[in-house]
């Protein structure tokens, strides 16, 4: 079974950046389209980011332009850049697969304050 940890999450000023990690598990990891996922205090977890084992790469419209997805299979971890971050990028980060999700991970906290 895959596990998923994510890790570098904090407390950024607004404008600022981090860059998220996600380590996936197993070996199947680099045939899949792995994407970041977020959920805000209140509201559903939505989708960020995604890229595809070939390399294509997808955004949310809220990102566009701020973030960037990353993956290094020989390390089975999948990256977010985060550029430019603003108070409603707040949430909890997760990382997945894009179709038909593993057991989620813990996620890590992104907390951007004004």
């Known amino acids: 079974q895959v596990q998923l940890v994510e890790s570098g999450g904090g407390l950024v000023q607004a404008g600022g950046t981090l860059r998220l990690s996600c380590a996936a598990s197993?070996?199947?990891?680099?045939?899949?389209?792995m994407a970041w996922y977020r959920q805000a205090p209140g509201n559903q977890r939505e989708w960020v980011a995604s890229?595809?084992?070939?390399?294509?790469?997808n955004y949310a419209d809220s990102v566009k332009g701020r973030f960037t997805i990353s993956r290094d299979n020989a390390k089975n971890t999948v990256y977010l850049q985060m550029n430019s971050l603003k108070p409603e990028d707040t949430a909890v980060y997760y990382c997945?697969?894009?179709?038909?999700?593993?057991?989620w991970g813990q996620g890590t906290q992104v907390t951007v304050s004004s």
């Open positions: 997945n697969r894009r179709f038909g999700v593993w057991p």
């Open positions: 197993g070996s199947i990891f680099s045939i899949n389209t």
């Open positions: 890229i595809s084992s070939g390399y294509t790469t």
